[in-house]
């Protein structure tokens, strides 16, 4: 079983920063970053796995940066030139296996989710 605890979220103004973080326990394998915002379906955003092998949603590339901490089993998200657009609350995930290249971006590969950070980017 992986528990994932988010934290790091909150309001900025467009072009501005956050880094989330995720804690987890367990044997994570691949992780991710997967958002959703109200009324719209699920999106992955970074996948990376214990390697440091990365894959991003066109979206996001050249914006955010994921990364981890495998000695301290910690996730880390860093989004930079926000968008109001990247407006949502975003799930640490892990799918507690481990793959060889960049992990899948799509919701269903991950088993295990946090409870959520929300993420808002004002205008």
């Known amino acids: 079983q992986v528990q994932l605890v988010e934290s790091g979220g909150g309001s900025v103004q467009a072009g501005g920063s956050l880094r989330l973080s995720c804690a987890a326990s367990?044997?994570?394998?691949?992780m991710g970053w997967i958002r959703q915002s109200p009324g719209k379906e699920r999106e992955g955003v970074a996948a990376?796995?214990?390697?440091?092998?990365?894959r991003y949603a066109d979206s996001v590339k050249g914006r955010f940066t994921i990364s981890r901490d495998n000695a301290e089993n910690l996730l880390y998200l860093q989004m930079n030139s926000l968008k109001p657009e990247d407006t949502a609350m975003y799930y640490c995930?892990?799918?507690?296996?481990?793959?060889?290249?960049?992990?899948?971006?799509?919701?269903?590969?991950?088993?295990?989710w946090g409870q959520g950070t929300q993420v808002t980017v004002s205008s």
């Open positions: 990376i796995n214990r390697d440091g092998m990365t």
């Open positions: 367990g044997s994570s394998g691949d």
């Open positions: 995930a892990a799918s507690g296996v481990r793959s060889l290249g960049p992990p899948p971006l799509g919701a269903t590969y991950y088993a295990y």
